[in-house]
C-alpha cells in the first residue's frame, strides 16, 4: 500500500503510524540524545536561574516571504527567552495538526525548525502531537515553551530609568506587511520579507561586550508602539521617540500607505527594542549594526519623567502626538 | 498586474521643510485676516491627517478646523447595522463587508459581536473579495454590506458587473452608499453653523471630478479646495483658502492636480449610472434624513437587492444615539470631539459609545489616538 501523503487520523492515534510520524519526521530533525530517550519527560540539569515561556503560533498562511510557521515558532520562542538576558537552552514542541494536511509541507516546516534552533543553540527535548478532524484548526497549530538559562539577571521593565536611551534593533514592520501581502495575493515591486529571526546572536555579543542593558523587548504583535507604551505604563516614565530616526523600508511603507495601517502597530518577529544608559547607547549601536540584520539599527529616543504613561512621537516638522497602542484587530481604512 | 511604486503615493509630500515653508506662508497671509476661518474637512481621511501629522499645531490661533460628516462608518444609522447583523443571522448567509464596519455597534451589538456569536461575517480589504467568497461557498448567499461615498461607490458596480457576467447568483448587495454634495447643503442649512470653507476630499473628486463643488461654492460663497491627503497637501490647501479669504474670493480650487480633472473618471460614472439610481431619502446618523443624499440599485437588478429579497426580516425602526453621545453636533461641525462629557471617559475606541469613536476616520477617535500633546 502507498504511503499517504496526507495526515489522517490515526496520525494521532498513539499507534503505528503515530509513532511513524514522530520517528520519521520529529525525531530526525530535532535529534539530541534528550529527545532520543523517548521517556514520559525529559529530564534536564538546569543551574542557577533559569527563564521560563510559552507560545503558541496560529499564523495564517503558514508559509510567507521569510519564513513559515516552522521558523516562527521557534524564533518566537527562543527570542522571549533572549529578551530576559537568558540563553536559551530547552524547548518543548507541540503541534496540533488538521486532518489532511500534506506531509511534505510539514516536512518542510519542521526542517526549518530545525534550521533556526542551530542558531541559538537550544534543542526540542519533548513534544506533543494531536490531529484534529478537517475544520477543527487551519492547517496547522505549533506551540512551543522554552527555558534558558539567565546570563544577565535583572534585565527588567522595572529597571528602565528616566535619561535612558531607546534604541530600535532595525527596520520595522516587516513581518506584518509580509503576512498581509501573503494574504491579500499583493505584487510589491521588490520582495517584502519578514524580519522573522533568531535574537539570541546578537543579544549575547551585547552581552558579551558588557553592556548595561536596562530592559529589552522584541516588537512582536502590536509593533514597537505596544511595546513602548508598556513600557512607559510599568516602569512609569514618559517616552520620547524622533519619527525621523525609526527605519521604515520603503515596501512597508507603501502598504501601510496602501491599508492605512502605521508602520508602529504593524508586527515583527526580528526586531527589537533596548532601553539602556545613554552613555551605553553608541556602543550598544555599534555592536549591533556590524551585525546582520541589525544594520539599521538606531537610536530613536530617550526616557523622560514627563508625561508618565504616554509616548510622544515627534514628527520631522515639530508637531508632536501619543503614539498610542495598536486597537484591537488591525483593519484596513475604507476612505 | 502593472507594478506597484508605491513609493510615489508618498514620497516628497511629507518634506518637512515644504512643511514649515507652507506654515510659514499660511501664518503670513492669516495675519491679514479679518475674521477667523472656520474650515470643514468634509472627510474623515483628512480629519485623520490632520491630527495624525499634527497640523494644527502649526497653524495661527484664527484657523480652524470643523470636522465633516465625510465618513462612511460615522455616519451608517445604527438601524442600518441592525440590518447587516439581521442578514448575518439568516442560515447560510455570509455577509461581507470592509473594515472598521464590523466594529461600530448597532442596537443589537457591532458585527464583530454577532461573529462571535457564530454568524459568518468577513471583513475584507476591497469589495472584490467578496466575489470569490461567493465562488467558493456556492451552497451560502454571500451578501455585500456596500459601504462608502464616491469613492468606493464604483468598486461595488465593478463587484456588481463581476457577477453579471459571471453569472453568480448568490451574490447579494445591501447598498448604503451615500454622496458628499447633500451632506454640505446639510450642514449649510443649519442657521448657527460657523463654516466658512470647504476642503474636499480629492478621491471623491478622482471619480466625480472637481465640478459637484461647484454649486456648494456659488450657493454660499465659501472657499472650495479640493485636496489630496498627505501633509503638504492639506498645507497647500489651507494657504490657498486663506488667501482667497484675504483677497475676499470665493472660488473652486483644485491643489489635487495630480489626479483630479473637471470632469473626473467617465467610466467610473457610468458603470455607477448603469447600476445606481438616488435614493428619495437616507437617514444619516446625528444628521437625520437628508433627501437625495445615498445611492440604490436600480430596479432591474431588485434579484441582487437583499433589501427587497429579505425585507420580511429586515428591522425598519429608528435608533438614535446613545443620549450622552454628542456625534450629531460633531458631524454637523457644531461641537468638537472634546466638548463630549463621555470623551475618552465612557467612550474610547475599546468600548465605544459612538461611531466617531470607532472608525479611524471618525473625529473622535483622530482625536483621541492623535491629540496634542499638552
Ligand atoms: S466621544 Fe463618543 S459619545 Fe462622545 S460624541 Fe464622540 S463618539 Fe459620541
Known amino acids: ?335 | 498586474m502593472p507594478e506597484l511604486q508605491l513609493k510615489q503615493l508618498y514620497d516628497g509630500f511629507r518634506d518637512p521643510e515644504t512643511i514649515n515653508e507652507l506654515a510659514r506662508q499660511i501664518k503670513q497671509w492669516a495675519s491679514q485676516l479679518t475674521e477667523p476661518v472656520y474650515m470643514m474637512e468634509v472627510c474623515g481621511g483628512h480629519t485623520h491627517t490632520i491630527m495624525k501629522y499634527g497640523l494644527p499645531q502649526l497653524l495661527p490661533d484664527n484657523i480652524h478646523f470643523i470636522h465633516g460628516p465625510g465618513c462612511p462608518v460615522c455616519i451608517m444609522p445604527k438601524e442600518r447595522i441592525d440590518q447587516a447583523a439581521a442578514l448575518a443571522s439568516i442560515d447560510d448567509v455570509i455577509l461581507v463587508t470592509l473594515g472598521d464596519m464590523i466594529r461600530v455597534p448597532g442596537s443589537q451589538g457591532s458585527l464583530a459581536q454577532f461573529r462571535a456569536k457564530g454568524c459568518d461575517i468577513r471583513p475584507v480589504y476591497q469589495p472584490l473579495d467578496a466575489l470569490k467568497i461567493a465562488q467558493e461557498n456556492p451552497t451560502k448567499t454571500v451578501i455585500f454590506f456596500a459601504i462608502g461615498f464616491e469613492t468606493s461607490t464604483p468598486m461595488t458596480a465593478v463587484l456588481l458587473e463581476q457577477a453579471e457576467k459571471l453569472g453568480l447568483e448568490n451574490l447579494l448587495f445591501h447598498i448604503n452608499h451615500v454622496l458628499v454634495p447633500p451632506a454640505i447643503d446639510a450642514v449649510m442649512a443649519d442657521q448657527e453653523t460657523k463654516v466658512n470653507a470647504f476642503i474636499g476630499p480629492s478621491h471623491v473628486s478622482v471619480i466625480t471630478g472637481s465640478k459637484i463643488y461647484q454649486p456648494t461654492v456659488d450657493k454660499y460663497h465659501t472657499p472650495v479646495v479640493i485636496s489630496g491627503f498627505e501633509p503638504v497637501d492639506v498645507m497647500q490647501s489651507i494657504l490657498a483658502i486663506v488667501k482667497q479669504k484675504v483677497e475676499g474670493r470665493a472660488e473652486l480650487e483644485n491643489q489635487y492636480q495630480r489626479a483630479v480633472t473637471e470632469q473626473g473618471n467617465l467610466v467610473a460614472q457610468q458603470k455607477v449610472d448603469k447600476f445606481f439610481e438616488v435614493r428619495d431619502s437616507f437617514r444619516w446618523r446625528g444628521l437625520g434624513p437628508i433627501p437625495s443624499s445615498a445611492l440604490k440599485l436600480l430596479s432591474e437588478f431588485a434579484h441582487r437587492d437583499a433589501e427587497i429579497r429579505f425585507a420580511a426580516r429586515l428591522p425598519v425602526k429608528e435608533i438614535d444615539d446613545h443620549k450622552a453621545c454628542q456625534c450629531g453636533d460633531i458631524l454637523r461641525g457644531k461641537a468638537n470631539p472634546k466638548d463630549c462629557k463621555v470623551f475618552g471617559r465612557g467612550c474610547t475606541p475599546q468600548t465605544p459609545l459612538g461611531s466617531c469613536m470607532v472608525s479611524s476616520e471618525g473625529a473622535c477617535n483622530a482625536y483621541y489616538r492623535y491629540a496634542g500633546v499638552e
Open chain 1, 1 to 335: 500500500m502507498a504511503k499517504p501523503t496526507q495526515i489522517q487520523l490515526s496520525h494521532g492515534g498513539g499507534g503505528r503510524e503515530m509513532a511513524e510520524l514522530i520517528g520519521k519526521i520529529f525525531f530526525d530533525a530535532f535529534d539530541n540524545p534528550i529527545l532520543r530517550r523517548e521517556e514520559d519527560a525529559a529530564a534536564l540539569n538546569l543551574s542557577g536561574q533559569t527563564a521560563f515561556t510559552t507560545d503558541s503560533f496560529t499564523v495564517a498562511p503558514l508559509f510567507f516571504q521569510g519564513g513559515d510557521i516552522g521558523k516562527l515558532a521557534i524564533a518566537g520562542t527562543v527570542n522571549d527567552l533572549a529578551m530576559m538576558g537568558a540563553e536559551p537552552q530547552y524547548l518543548s514542541c507541540g503541534f496540533i495538526i488538521e486532518e489532511g494536511f500534506e506531509i511534505d509541507k510539514l516536512k518542510t516546516i519542521v526542517s526549518s525548525m530545525a534550521k533556526e534552533l542551530e542558531k541559538s543553540g537550544a534543542h526540542i527535548v519533548c513534544g506533543d502531537t494531536k490531529v484534529v478532524p478537517k475544520g477543527c484548526a487551519d492547517g496547522l497549530f505549533i506551540n512551543t515553551t522554552g527555558v534558558g538559562r539567565i546570563v544577565r539577571p535583572g534585565i527588567s521593565v522595572r529597571a528602565i530609568q528616566p535619561g535612558d536611551a531607546v534604541i530600535l534593533s532595525r527596520d520595522i514592520g516587516r513581518h506584518g506587511a509580509a503576512i498581509l501581502t501573503a494574504r491579500e495575493g499583493l505584487e510589491l515591486e521588490s520582495e517584502l520579507t519578514s524580519d522573522c529571526a533568531t535574537l539570541w546572536p546578537v543579544v549575547q555579543q551585547l552581552l558579551a561586550a558588557n553592556i548595561d542593558i536596562h530592559a529589552m523587548r522584541d516588537a512582536t504583535r502590536g509593533g514597537i508602539a505596544a511595546v513602548l507604551n508598556e513600557w512607559t505604563k510599568a516602569a512609569n516614565v514618559g517616552i520620547d521617540v524622533e519619527e525621523k530616526l525609526i527605519p521604515v523600508c520603503d515596501e512597508v511603507r507603501g502598504v501601510c500607505e496602501l491599508y492605512g495601517f502605521e508602520p508602529w502597530d504593524l508586527a515583527n518577529e526580528g526586531t527589537f527594542v533596548i532601553a539602556l544608559p545613554k552613555q551605553a547607547a553608541e556602543a550598544a549601536v555599534e555592536i549591533m549594526q556590524r551585525h546582520g540584520g541589525c544594520d539599521s539599527a538606531a537610536i530613536i529616543g530617550t526616557v523622560s519623567d514627563e508625561h508618565a504613561g504616554k509616548v510622544v512621537l515627534h514628527s520631522p516638522w515639530g508637531s508632536k502626538r501619543y503614539l498610542e497602542l495598536p486597537q484591537g484587530e488591525l483593519l484596513p481604512r475604507i476612505c
